[in-house]
């Protein structure tokens, strides 16, 4: 996904480190804006990732060495759960045997065991306020014991059933079961396009979960990421029958998941795509710029993509009547090209 180069091995708890990676996001829309802007250079959007070590039974109370890389995912906005779904008798798998909605379930227990703590750790602190008369405190702590019933049923905090206003007294946790998840299928190369039974399984057994299954070959996408040209990845890919890579895919979901929209900044020195969440305001917008942008936002004139597209430049976007002056309270859409006035 990214050009960092981890390390990689037929044999569990090889890795001693997580892996920090940053991803360009894959959008065509730059190129068609720089071939109408001429820019000195593109900026795609970006988006970090942290590849820890494979978690297994017993990982939150230090079994392996996943506890220890469990921290490092905590600020994250999203888990992306890769699982083994071949065969290969030279790849033994730490279980014995190939089983994803088993590895599910086992990584999902040691998630739900550490955000288990963390919230009994955090009522008792609430307990204590309540006692002082702190007023909210009380309504805290009934929020944090619905949190634990959840998990106590083994159940993720993200299908608790409890208000988004209600969330912010877990906040500050980090929770792991709180971040929307995405499933990884990794299957073999000649299941690249239609995958297997053992996905099939895994499909059926998280279908009530309302989020991505993907189906990725990780080692055929890194050998198409091994190759310099974009006609060489293309042929490669075509040969597979792929029509793009599974990691722009991914990306996409990833995207869709954390409700993000890019818009763009386009001029002579650079073409640049910026990530929001979808239904900020232009002013917020501004500050993901530079923060004096949002705090000193005065307006911000606005081009949709496909009308800088059809005529061809921002004067004849003009001319066409086609650049909208917005004020700070204005959504941004997605593919929204914006130039932002502002005085500090």
């Known amino acids: 996904m990214s050009n960092t180069r981890a390390e990689s ?9 997580s892996n920090v990676g940053l991803i360009h996001v894959p959008d065509q829309r730059l190129g068609e804006l720089a071939a109408i802007v001429q820019p000195k250079k593109i900026t795609p959007a970006t988006i970090e990732i942290i590849d820890i070590p494979g978690l297994t039974k017993g990982s939150s109370h230090g079994e392996g060495i996943g506890n220890t890389f469990l921290a490092d995912i905590r600020n994250t906005d999203a888990l992306i759960h890769v699982l083994r779904c071949f065969d290969d008798p030279m ?18 227990l040691e998630l739900q065991i550490k955000d288990l703590e963390s919230v009994e750790k955090k009522i008792q602190k609430l307990e204590k306020l309540s006692k002082m008369g702190e007023k909210d405190a009380h309504h805290g702590r009934d929020v944090l014991e619905i949190c634990k019933k959840h998990l106590g049923d083994m159940q993720p905090v993200r299908t608790a059933p409890i208000a988004e206003a209600d969330r912010v007294w877990f906040a500050d946790l980090f929770l792991l079961t709180a971040k929307p998840v995405i499933y990884v299928c990794n299957v073999d190369e000649s299941s690249a396009v239609s995958g297997n039974n053992y996905v099939s399984r895994l499909r059926d057994a998280v279908s009530s979960e309302q989020t991505d299954v993907m189906v ?14 974009q006609e060489d990845r293309s042929a490669f890919l075509e040969d597979a029958g792929l029509k793009e890579p599974g990691v722009n895919k ?32 232009i002013q917020q917008a501004a500050g ?16 949709k993509y496909d009308d800088l597209l059809q005529f061809g430049s921002e004067h004849a976007c003009k ?24 005085n500090v």
Do not use: C
């Not at 990725?216 to 040209?229: M, T, V, Y």
């Open 9 to 17: 091995a037929r044999f569990a708890f090889s890795s001693s480190k």
């Open 91 to 108: 790849l033994p798998h730490i279980e014995g045997s190939v089983n994803p909605v088993r590895d599910k379930e086992t990584v999902d």
């Open 216 to 229: 990725i070959a990780a080692a055929l996408e890194a050998d198409i990421a091994e190759l310099e040209s």
């Open 250 to 281: 991914m990306i996409r979901s990833a995207y869709s998941l954390l409700n993000q929209i890019s818009f763009f900044t386009a001029g002579p020195k650079e073409v640049r795509a910026w990530t929001i969440r979808r239904g900020m305001t």
């Open 288 to 303: 993901v710029i530079h923060s004096d942008m949002e705090r000193g936002f005065i307006r911000a004139e606005v081009i």
């Open 319 to 342: 001319e066409a009547g086609r650049i909208a002056i917005e004020g700070k309270n204005y959504i941004v859409e997605d593919g929204d090209v914006i130039f932002v006035r502002f």
